[in-house]
C-alpha cells in the first residue's frame, strides 16, 4: 500500500510517517518501481504502536526502546516496566511544575484588581529580575 493508504489505516499523518522513517524509528519502506514507498501490515501494526506510545507521551527515543523490546521474544518483561515506570516518574515532575505554576498565576490572578487602573501584579511579577 502506498504512504496515503498507511496514513489512512494507521491514523497517522503521511508527514508523520516520513519523519518517523526519517530518525529511524520505523525502518523506510520498501520503494516500487516507481520509487513510491510501499507498505505492508506489519509496517501499519508498527506506526500505530508508535501512535499510541507516543500518545501516551513516551518520546521518540523511549518508543524506538520499546520497539526493540516488542522486538525482542527474549526481552523480559521487567525491562519495559522500567521505561514505564521511569516514564511516569517524568510525568509527576511535570504535572509538579504545572501545578506550581498555576499555584503561582492563580495568586497572581487574585492579586490583580482586573480594572480600570494600570497597575498589575501579574506584569510587575513578569518583569521582575
Known sequence: MNIGAA??????PAKTIRYYEEVGLVRPAKRQDNRYRDY??????RLRFVQRARGLGFSVEQCRELLA?????SRASADVKAIALR???????RIAALEQMRATLRALAEKCH???RPSCPILEDLAAD
Not at 69 to 73: F, H, R
Open 69 to 73: 523490546l516488542y522486538d525482542d521474544q
Open 7 to 12: 496514513s489512512e489505516r494507521s491514523g497517522l
Open 40 to 45: 505492508d501490515e506489519t509496517d501499519v501494526h
Open 87 to 93: 516514564h511516569i516518574a517524568e510525568i509527576d515532575e
Open 114 to 116: 482586573g480594572d480600570d
